[in-house]
């Protein structure tokens, strides 16, 4: 059975670029996936035109959490950049439930929607649907990554080990265009 998400997922970079990075990441999780989000936001800087990184919002089970609740909202509304930086700030942590309102709020966001898909959970679907998605490409943890479908199991602690995968990428990506795919 194949999964796909019934919504387009948050991007940072070009579209078509040759190096896609997915990110799997619980916002909810404390730091580790504000930390991961910073030093890709920084990569995406470098090299704005060749790595295009998807957000794939995921926990640790099927279900959803406030977190991922009010970050797809953000992305509905077409904030989730602004929501995440307003979201992990300076402490690079995740914030309490009840702040995910006022968080919005400030990242532009309407609070009276975020305050509603927390409620209702509407976004669950896209959250399920990654579940499978990391599932099926075999992402054990969070948060997690594929660089051109390539999995990468261990959780990045520097600019520097991330521009060492991004060139990996973008190697393969040029060796497999010149051999015209």
Same mark, same amino acid.
Do not use: W
């Given at each position: 059975?194949?999964?796909?998400p019934?919504?387009?997922?948050?991007?940072?970079?070009?579209?078509?670029a040759?190096?896609?990075?997915?990110?799997?990441?619980?916002?909810?999780?404390?730091?580790?996936?504000?930390?991961?989000?910073a030093?890709?936001?920084?990569?995406?800087?470098r090299?704005?035109?060749?790595l295009?990184?998807?957000?794939?919002?995921?926990?640790?089970?099927?279900?959803?959490?406030?977190?991922?609740?009010?970050?797809?909202?953000?992305?509905?509304?077409? /904030?989730?950049?602004?929501f =995440?930086?307003?979201?992990y700030?300076?402490?690079? %942590?995740? +914030? $309490?439930?009840? *702040?995910?309102? !006022?968080v919005?709020?400030?990242?532009?966001?309407?609070?009276?929607?975020?305050e509603?898909?927390?409620?209702?959970?509407?976004?669950?679907?896209?959250?399920?649907?990654?579940?499978f998605?990391r599932?099926?490409?075999?992402? /054990?943890?969070?948060?997690? =990554?594929?660089?051109n479908?390539v999995?990468?199991? %261990?959780? +990045? $602690?520097?600019l *520097?080990?991330l !521009?060492?995968?991004?060139?990996?990428g973008?190697?393969?990506?040029?060796?497999l265009?010149?051999?015209?795919?």
């Open positions: 059975v194949v999964h796909s019934p919504d387009q997922v948050p991007q940072l970079g070009a579209r078509n040759p190096v896609t990075i997915e990110f799997f990441c619980d916002l909810g999780d404390g730091s580790s996936s504000g930390m991961v989000h030093l890709l936001v920084k990569l995406v800087e090299h704005p035109r060749r295009r990184v998807l957000y794939r919002l995921v926990t640790s089970g099927e279900q959803s959490n406030a977190h991922l609740e009010a970050g797809l909202e953000a992305f509905t509304e077409g /904030r989730f950049r602004e =995440l930086d307003a979201m700030g300076e402490s690079m %942590r995740s +914030p $309490r439930v009840a *702040d995910l309102p !006022e919005a709020a400030k990242a532009g966001v309407d609070r009276a929607r975020v509603q898909a927390l409620e209702d959970g509407r976004h669950a679907a896209a959250v399920v649907a990654n579940h998605y599932k099926r490409r075999r992402v /054990r943890r969070t948060p997690g =990554l594929l660089v479908g999995l990468y199991d %261990r959780r +990045p $602690r520097n *520097d080990e !521009e060492a995968l991004y060139d990996e973008y190697g393969r990506a040029m060796a265009r010149d051999q015209g795919v």
